[in-house]
């Protein structure tokens, strides 16, 4: 790993404001954040000082890098041997985390670049990863890919607020979550669901929500959505 000045201080301080979050990170190559051609690790970081005190919840966060709480370790144990050398026991241990009511978020104002796949020769990596790939999903299941539309909330409030915490309740789980709600709720629908990694909030007005979700479910040919989840504004 490569760290970046001020890294440690921006999580800790992260941490410390919010005391639900058990396990943080910062962001990385590995979450999809690469240095541009010629750009230092460095440099990239200092272009992330805008986001300081911000963050992303995340189903999990990546052993490379990970600042854990000591009440969660208290509370849970530590990384589940079963896992051997590596490969899901960092994702095993977020999981059980979460169950046990802490946040993992990744610090949007600290980064740490990671040589990935450095640890482990090809042919040992596979057999490492499927082996463990095996027993995490035994324990948690296989993420699902789950559209939910969500009722307008001047229809009724206290669904909204219920299918909105089901929606990010589904994502703490590890799965991937697309919600569709009523346009003069998106700013509603942000703030209570795009804090969070797994889930892709869209809004359309009211009369066009079946539609627009049915063009989204045709739209995904390689990574299909398996489960549509709707309720009528009634609550059946």
């Given at each position: 790993?490569?760290?970046?000045?001020?890294?440690?201080?921006?999580?800790?301080?992260?941490?410390?404001?919010?005391?639900?979050?058990?396990?943080?990170?910062?962001?990385?190559?590995?979450?999809?954040?690469?240095?541009?051609?010629?750009?230092?690790?460095?440099?990239?970081?200092?272009?992330?000082?805008?986001?300081?005190?911000s963050y992303v919840e995340s189903a999990s966060c990546v052993g490379?890098?990970?600042?854990?709480?000591?009440?969660?370790?208290?509370?849970?144990?530590?990384?589940?041997?079963?896992?051997?050398?590596?490969?899901?026991?960092?994702?095993?241990?977020?999981?059980?985390?979460?169950?046990?009511?802490?946040?993992?978020?990744?610090?949007?104002?600290?980064?740490?670049?990671?040589?990935?796949?450095?640890?482990?020769?090809?042919?040992?990596?596979?057999?490492?990863?499927?082996?463990?790939?095996?027993?995490?999903?035994?324990?948690?299941?296989?993420?699902?890919?789950?559209?939910?539309?969500?009722?307008?909330?001047?229809?009724?409030?206290?669904?909204?607020?219920?299918?909105?915490?089901?929606?990010?309740?589904?994502?703490?789980?590890?799965?991937?979550?697309?919600?569709?709600?009523?346009?003069?709720?998106?700013?509603?629908?942000?703030h209570k669901l795009g804090i969070h990694g797994n889930i892709k909030?869209?809004?359309?007005?009211?009369?066009?929500?079946?539609?627009?979700?049915?063009?989204?479910?045709?739209?995904?040919?390689?990574?299909?959505?398996?489960?549509?989840?709707?309720r009528r504004d009634n609550g059946k």
């Amino acid at each position: 790993t490569v760290v970046t000045a001020g890294w440690l201080d921006e999580i800790e301080g992260l941490c410390k404001r919010h005391p639900d979050i058990g396990i943080a990170g910062p962001q990385s190559n590995t979450y999809g954040l690469h240095p541009k051609r010629g750009q230092s690790p460095g440099e990239l970081a200092g272009s992330l000082q805008s986001l300081s005190g911000s963050y992303v919840e995340s189903a999990s966060c990546v052993g490379f890098c990970m600042f854990i709480r000591r009440e969660v370790m208290q509370k849970i144990g530590f990384l589940d041997e079963a896992f051997g050398q590596g490969y899901f026991e960092d994702t095993d241990f977020c999981r059980r985390a979460i169950a046990a009511g802490f946040r993992c978020v990744i610090a949007a104002g600290a980064y740490v670049w990671h040589r990935e796949h450095s640890t482990f020769l090809d042919a040992a990596r596979d057999a490492l990863f499927q082996r463990n790939k095996k027993i995490f999903q035994e324990r948690w299941g296989i993420p699902e890919r789950i559209l939910c539309i969500v009722p307008e909330r001047s229809a009724d409030p206290a669904l909204f607020e219920k299918e909105t915490g089901f929606c990010l309740g589904l994502a703490r789980k590890g799965n991937w979550v697309w919600v569709i709600g009523a346009s003069r709720d998106r700013k509603e629908l942000f703030h209570k669901l795009g804090i969070h990694g797994n889930i892709k909030v869209l809004t359309a007005p009211r009369p066009l929500l079946g539609l627009r979700s049915l063009l989204l479910v045709l739209a995904r040919q390689k990574k299909k959505i398996e489960i549509l989840r709707t309720r009528r504004d009634n609550g059946k």
